[in-house]
C-alpha cells in the first residue's frame, strides 16, 4: 500500500538547521509531484516547497531558507531547513500528487524554541 513516511523533526533553536526525509513507497515515485506542506496549531495547512522533473517552488517566506530535493532512487524526498525561526513551528506534512491521485503522510514535529 502507499506510504509516506516522514522524520527529522525535532526541537532546534531559532537560527538552527533541520533537514527532513520523506521516504516513499507503494506508487511510482518519479511520477509525482512531491510537496512539503505545514500546519501550525490553529492555522491552515500551507505550503512549503514542491518539486516536480527538475523544477520546484517554495512559499514566499521560506525562500533562501528552505531546499527541497528528491532522490528518485531512494524514493525520498528532503527538507533542508535553514534559519529557523519560532513562526516554522509546525507539524510538517509529505505530499505526493499526480492528477487526481493525492496522498499524505502522517507528518513530523518540528520546534523551533530557545
Known amino acids: 500500500q502507499v506510504q509516506l513516511v516522514e522524520s527529522g523533526g525535532g526541537l532546534v533553536q531559532p537560527g538552527g538547521s533541520l533537514r527532513l526525509s520523506c521516504a516513499a513507497s507503494g506508487f511510482t515515485f518519479s511520477s509525482y509531484r512531491m510537496s512539503w506542506y505545514r500546519q501550525a496549531p490553529g492555522k491552515e495547512r500551507e505550503l512549503v516547497a514542491g518539486?516536480?522533473?527538475?523544477?520546484?517552488n517554495y512559499a514566499d517566506s521560506m525562500k533562501g531558507r528552505f531546499t527541497i530535493s528528491r532522490d528518485n532512487t531512494k524514493n525520498t524526498v528532503y527538507l533542508q531547513m535553514n534559519s529557523l525561526k519560532p513562526e516554522d513551528t509546525a507539524v510538517y506534512y509529505c505530499n505526493a500528487r499526480r492528477n487526481l491521485l493525492e496522498y499524505w503522510g502522517q507528518g513530523t514535529q518540528v520546534t523551533v524554541s530557545s
Open positions: 518539486i516536480s522533473g527538475g523544477s520546484t
